[in-house]
């Protein structure tokens, strides 16, 4: 069973600080990896991809990947209270997945003003 | 630009009757996706069409069918809905299955009393 571990919180920040999310998975093939984040009642949005090992730097997103340890993650410089979501992390596995993308949980963050 | 397109957002059914949930996209991604979520399920597999005229089983297909119309077009049937269905479902797309990440659709709320 190829999974995704998340740690399904809530992980409380405050306002301006970081907020470091965390996701490992099975699968040592995966090639691809996402972050999603999802808002109370609406649908997952893509926010950030990373295919190789390293750092990604979008804005105020950096995804992190270490292929080696089995583990993303996705850290939001100075956070607002807009970013309280819950962040979905998805990996495509090995084999190619023609059925679609293996998803965590979640973790449901909040931003504390 | 649309995107990925579901109706209807909410839908109430009582036991045993029928419906289909519609999804089209504007994007010519060439494969489509019916998730649905439940609390502390995560993002469940229903079906999926990894190209026009191919359709295959999820991780929860029981109860539901699914036709790909066209390359735009892919719905989900509820043939006796049942109270296990009541859920939030989500209609995605991706370019290709197994490389590209998925764009989702607003979501259908439905309940089965």
């Known amino acids: 069973q190829k999974e995704v571990e998340q740690n399904s919180g809530p992980l409380s920040v405050p306002e301006g600080a970081i907020a470091s999310l965390n996701c490992t998975y099975s699968?040592?093939?995966?090639?691809?990896f996402f972050w999603y984040r999802q808002y109370s009642g609406k649908s997952p949005e893509l926010i950030m991809s990373i295919y190789s090992n390293g750092d990604k730097e979008d804005g105020r997103f950096t995804a992190q990947l270490n292929k080696a340890s089995q583990y993303v993650s996705l850290l939001i410089r100075d956070s607002q209270p807009s970013d309280s979501a819950t962040y979905l992390c998805a990996v495509i596995p090995s084999g190619g997945g023609a059925d679609g993308l293996t998803f965590g949980k979640g973790t449901h963050l909040i931003i504390q003003p | 630009n649309a995107g990925v397109t579901q109706t209807p957002k909410f839908q109430v059914l009582k036991t045993g009757q029928s419906m289909t949930l519609q999804c089209a996209q504007d994007m010519n991604h060439n494969s489509m996706y019916w998730y649905r979520q439940d609390p502390g399920m995560g993002l469940r597999l229903i079906y999926y069409s990894a190209s026009e005229g191919t359709t295959d089983k999820g991780e929860v297909p029981n109860g539901y069918n699914v036709s790909r119309l066209n390359k735009r077009e892919f719905s989900l049937r509820l043939e006796s809905a049942a109270p296990s269905q009541t859920s939030v479902y989500f209609c995605a797309s991706s370019l290709t299955a197994g490389v590209s990440p998925l764009h989702f659709g607003n979501g259908t709320r439905l309940t089965v009393t």
């Open positions: 699968d040592r093939g995966s090639q691809s």
